[in-house]
């Protein structure tokens, strides 16, 4: 049974860094991806990063191109977003994602095959 479990969510003040991390249990980061997602009241849940664990490929949305990083830790089987130069817009709960077989992709958060964690709220003022 795959678990994932964000952290590293809170409030900080525009210019700020956090560090989220989505920890994952039941299976290996080694076929596969992870996403995170990101989503505020009242509109559609939005990408934000996605990474591939077998080549460690990485992508970022264009709106966080150059402050947000997306990371893997196989050893403890670890997916991190770090977010630096915060904005207000950044804003959400945000949420990791993951396809744990080969073959698929982690860019659209409609698709119905992800194992979901339950979030965590990033505030950003």
């Not at 952290?7 to 700020?16: D, E, H, L, P």
């Not at 990101?38 to 509109?43: A, C, L, N």
């Not at 950044?90 to 409609?110: E, H, I, Q, V």
Request: hydrophobic share 35%; proline share 2%; glycine share 12%.
């Amino acid at each position: 049974h795959v678990q994932l479990v964000e952290s590293g969510g809170g409030s900080v003040q525009a210019g700020g860094s956090l560090r989220l991390s989505c920890v994952i249990s039941g299976n290996t980061l080694s076929h596969g991806c992870m996403g995170w997602f990101r989503q505020v009241p009242g509109k559609e849940r939005e990408g934000v990063a996605r990474l591939y664990f077998r080549w460690g490929n990485t992508a970022v949305a264009d709106f966080v191109e150059g402050r947000f990083t997306i990371s893997q830790d196989n050893a403890k089987n670890t997916v991190y977003l770090q977010m630096n130069r915060l904005k207000p817009e950044d804003t959400a709960m945000y949420f990791c994602a993951a396809k744990l077989r080969s073959g698929g992709t982690c860019d659209n958060p409609n698709d119905d095959d992800y194992a979901w964690g339950r979030g965590t709220q990033v505030t950003v003022s």
